[in-house]
């Protein structure tokens, strides 16, 4: 059995975690234009992409219900189909811009949209335990 500090350390990674995958769901939801703005127009397809789908690590951990995970798993499958290395890529507004406005994104945005809704529950525990402000979740 795990000692206290073992569980305590791996609860803080998970909602740790689980912040930053809210960010990028978030950032998903949003207009390239947004997208390219909080991402820095660096690379914005590609490390969109990644961060999202790092949500599957998230799976399996006993912090989520079945369905909060099967959101997560749902989104980071359709991103399967996101091939970010047939897109412009680089430094800069425009070659970003033109990345995230491809119509093969519109699916994932709808998606990214109602993973946020499903997730909102976790969203509101997760405000709670890094004890960020309510606008957070």
Known sequence: ?????????????F????RIYLNAVEMLASSPKE????????NVAWELKEDVQNGKFLVGRGYLDETEEQWINALSSALEGVNTQALPAGGG????LQAMSFLVWEPTRYLAAEVLRRLSHGAKRNVAY????DSAA
């Open 1 to 13: 059995m795990p000692a206290a500090a073992e569980l305590l350390e791996d609860e803080d990674e």
């Open 15 to 18: 909602h740790s975690s689980l």
């Open 35 to 42: 997208q390219c703005r909080q991402m820095g127009d660096y």
């Open 93 to 96: 507004r425009d070659v970003n």
């Open 130 to 133: 890094l004890g960020l402000p």
